[in-house]
């Protein structure tokens, strides 16, 4: 592990060396040319994260780049937390909950879609095509529908076993940081200087039949104000809607706080709620200069940040 000293002594053997947000951070300060374009994710979302890449790296707009990174774990079968694959309620339905804002300050948003594999995408037509921010249930997926999506069945083998092994003792305690998380939020700074962002999961596993959680909810799963930066989280949904997690990031920002600062002012919050000793809630933050944050309640959060200079998984620092 590096101090700040011998981290600075060492830039010069380039950001391989880097291991955590703090330093880079203090890279991206100390080399203030290298800030843009940039894209930063929760976990070790690392395809997403270069596929958003490839977008901005020829000039693209960071709402491209963003919605692109999102599809990649929607699509992906392994990702029990995203889209396909995803783990199902406890009635045997995957539902999934999708958000994404633009450099304009618009938004839009799907809560509890069933069976259309990129609800990042419709979240998306939500925003450029209706004057609504929401839409739930079975009219977002009628509206997925007539936009020409494809119905289909994201029910894998692999979720309905998890889910007949959870039946056995039907015991719901969500296993933060245990289980696989690979919610996916991710945030892009384009060349021109532009923010967006976007957030997408099935949520927690075996939640109850309806439940939304925290990633479609503008202002508390993300938030993307051009002005001063973005944010987004991941863990826990409840306790995220219940800080409006995001948002006071993003707020904190504005006040000139650095965005490793903001989130980790952000998690401390999480500390009034009574049951803080039973879950995770992880942050990432972007400010316009391409600053990053990275903070989490407890230990195990990870961010994907690609720049430049290539890909870096940073390990988060944590209030626990
Ligand atoms: C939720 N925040 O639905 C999501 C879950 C999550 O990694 O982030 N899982 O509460």
């Known amino acids: 592990m590096f101090d700040r000293r011998t981290f600075l002594g060492s830039t010069a053997i380039g950001m391989?060396?880097?291991?955590?947000?703090?330093?880079?951070?203090?890279?991206?300060?100390?080399?203030?040319?290298?800030?843009r374009p940039l894209v930063i994710a929760t976990w070790n979302n690392k395809k997403a994260v270069e596929t958003a890449w490839d977008v901005l790296k020829s000039g693209g707009r960071a709402l491209d780049a963003v919605e692109a990174g999102a599809r990649i774990?929607?699509?992906?079968?392994?990702?029990?937390?995203?889209?396909?694959g995803g783990f199902p309620d406890r009635d045997g339905f995957v539902t999934l909950d999708a958000c994404?804002?633009?450099?304009?300050?618009?938004?839009?948003?799907?809560?509890?879609?069933?069976?259309?594999?990129?609800?990042?995408?419709?979240?998306?037509?939500?925003?450029?095509?209706?004057?609504?921010?929401?839409?739930?249930?079975?009219?977002?997926?009628?509206?997925?529908?007539?936009?020409?999506?494809?119905?289909?069945?994201?029910?894998t083998e692999k979720a309905q076993k998890a889910l007949d092994a959870w039946?056995?003792?039907?015991?719901?305690?969500?296993?933060?940081?245990?289980?696989?998380?690979?919610?996916i939020g991710i945030l892009g700074l384009d060349q021109n200087g532009d923010l967006s962002g976007a957030c997408t999961t099935s949520g927690l596993a075996?939640?109850?039949?309806?439940?939304?959680?925290d990633s479609p909810i503008i202002g508390a799963g993300l938030y993307v104000d051009n002005e001063v930066g973005a944010a987004t989280a991941t863990g826990l949904g409840e306790a995220v809607i219940k800080k409006v997690g995001s948002f006071s990031i993003v707020e904190m920002m504005r006040q000139g706080m650095?965005?490793?600062?903001?989130?980790?002012?952000?998690?401390?919050?999480?500390?009034?709620?009574?049951?803080?000793?039973?879950f995770q809630v992880g942050y990432i933050a972007v400010n316009k200069k391409g600053e990053l944050g990275a903070w989490a309640l407890r230990p195990g959060f990870e961010a994907?940040?690609?720049?430049q200079d290539g890909f870096q998984l940073i390990k988060a620092n944590s209030i626990f």
């Open 16 to 35: 391989g060396s880097l291991t955590s947000l703090d330093q880079l951070s203090e890279w991206f300060s100390a080399f203030a040319k290298i800030r």
């Open 73 to 84: 774990p929607e699509s992906d079968p392994e990702d029990t937390s995203v889209g396909y």
């Open 100 to 155: 994404i804002m633009d450099e304009l300050g618009n938004a839009g948003s799907v809560v509890f879609l069933e069976k259309i594999m990129h609800p990042i995408s419709v979240a998306r037509r939500v925003m450029e095509k209706t004057p609504h921010v929401i839409l739930a249930g079975a009219g977002a997926h009628q509206f997925a529908i007539e936009q020409g999506f494809k119905e289909e069945n994201l029910l």
């Open 167 to 183: 039946r056995i003792k039907s015991e719901y305690k969500p296993k933060i940081n245990v289980e696989r998380h690979d919610t």
């Open 206 to 213: 075996f939640k109850m039949r309806g439940r939304v959680g």
């Open 258 to 278: 650095h965005p490793e600062k903001a989130c980790k002012a952000a998690a401390k919050r999480l500390l009034t709620i009574k049951s803080k000793d039973e």
């Open 304 to 307: 994907a940040v690609i720049t």
